[in-house]
C-alpha cells in the first residue's frame, strides 16, 4: 500500500521525478505514488517544491507536511497531518 493512515496523520510512500517538465501526480509506480516535479534537484529545491506541491493536493498548509525519508532519493516518506483529503481520492482524479 502506498500510504498509511495513523490517528490524523497520513504517511505517503512517493516516487519523486525532478527536473520534469511540469509538477503532477503520475499514478502509481510500483507500491508508491509517483510525481512529476518541475523543481530541479539542486539545493533541496525540489523537497521544497514537493512539500509544497503536498500540501496543496491535501489541503493543508506547508507546516503539516513533513519529509520523514528519502531527502536525497527518488524514493521518499512524508506525513501529512490535518487533512480531511483521502489518498484514494487523489487517483480518481
Not at 533541496?44 to 512539500?51: D, F, H, I, K, T
Request: hydrophobic fraction near 45%; proline fraction near 5%; glycine fraction near 8%.
Amino acid at each position: 500500500m502506498w500510504y498509511q493512515l495513523k490517528g490524523d496523520c497520513i504517511t505517503l510512500a512517493l516516487h519523486v521525478q525532478p527536473g520534469a517538465k511540469k509538477t503532477q501526480l503520475a499514478g502509481l509506480h510500483g507500491e508508491s505514488l509517483k510525481i512529476r516535479l518541475a523543481a530541479p534537484p539542486v539545493e533541496g529545491r525540489a523537497n521544497e517544491a514537493l512539500l509544497e506541491f503536498i500540501a496543496g493536493l491535501f489541503e493543508v498548509p506547508v507546516r503539516n507536511v513533513q519529509l520523514i525519508q528519502g531527502a536525497q532519493s527518488r524514493q521518499k516518506r512524508v506525513e501529512i497531518c490535518g487533512s480531511r483529503v483521502t489518498p484514494a481520492s487523489l487517483l480518481a482524479v
